[in-house]
């Protein structure tokens, strides 16, 4: 069974930073780009970062450019998040997921885990 | 960037009725593009992929149709499980995908 566990969220002052990450089981992890989609209180899917399998290719939105990373240990089966400069409006529930291998949906999701900002 | 507008923000259907929901690229995708299911407090589940086709476990009363740029969602015949928000994505060149803004399907 495919599983997603996003842990490391909680509470960060703004222009804090915090990591993310993803524990994933169930499948083989090093073969599949994964992402992360954030979703503010009472807002829609924001697409925020990608990467691909082996971490050649990584992609971010404009709203977190420079101040996000996305990484991954395939030998931890672990997505990571670092995330700097945090402002309040990155507030938000953030989830990972599998991108579908040979195309581009997401599959399988986890259950997402709550970052706040506030000071 | 490519930009995906649903239609629209909140729709009011009563169960047993059909619902249908838009969703505009401002671009040709193919076929590239999925729907999914959002229910309070719960993540995303995917519905359809390819703009058609359900995933596993998906009931027959969802279907999806459409291509290159008009894409549509329809619910048969609505059960009370069905009330939720739903979100189309658009896949059409790794990784600059995006997100509709969702529509709120809500009880009437």
């Known amino acids: 069974e495919v599983q997603l566990v996003e842990s490391g969220g909680g509470l960060v002052q703004p222009g804090g930073s915090l990591r993310l990450s993803c524990a994933a089981s169930?499948?083989?992890?090093?073969?599949?780009?994964m992402l992360w989609v954030r979703q503010a209180p009472g807002k829609g899917l924001e697409y925020v970062s990608a990467?691909?399998?082996?971490?050649?290719?990584?992609y971010y939105a404009n709203s977190v450019k420079g101040r996000f990373t996305i990484s991954r240990d395939n030998s931890k089966n672990t997505l990571y998040l670092q995330m700097g400069s945090l402002r309040a409006e990155d507030m938000a529930v953030y989830y990972c997921a599998r991108k579908k291998n040979g195309d581009g949906y997401f599959d399988y999701w986890g259950q997402g885990t709550l970052v706040t900002v506030s000071s | 960037e490519i930009v995906m507008t649903q239609s629209p923000a909140t729709l009011s259907v009563s169960p047993g009725e059909r619902a249908t929901l838009s969703c505009r690229a401002s671009q040709s995708l193919s076929s590239n593009l999925a729907w999914y299911q959002q229910k309070p407090g719960q993540a995303p589940r995917l519905l359809i992929y390819g703009a058609s086709t359900r995933a596993t476990g998906i009931p027959a009363r969802f279907s999806g149709s459409g291509s290159g740029t008009e894409f549509t969602l329809t619910i048969s015949s609505l059960q009370s499980e069905d009330f939720a928000v739903y979100y189309c994505?658009?896949?059409?060149?790794?990784?600059?995908?995006?997100f509709g803004q969702g529509t709120k399907l809500e009880i009437k």
């Open positions: 994505q658009q896949y059409n060149n790794w990784p600059l995908y995006t």
């Open positions: 990467i691909s399998s082996n971490g050649g290719i990584t």
């Open positions: 169930g499948f083989t992890f090093s073969s599949y780009a």
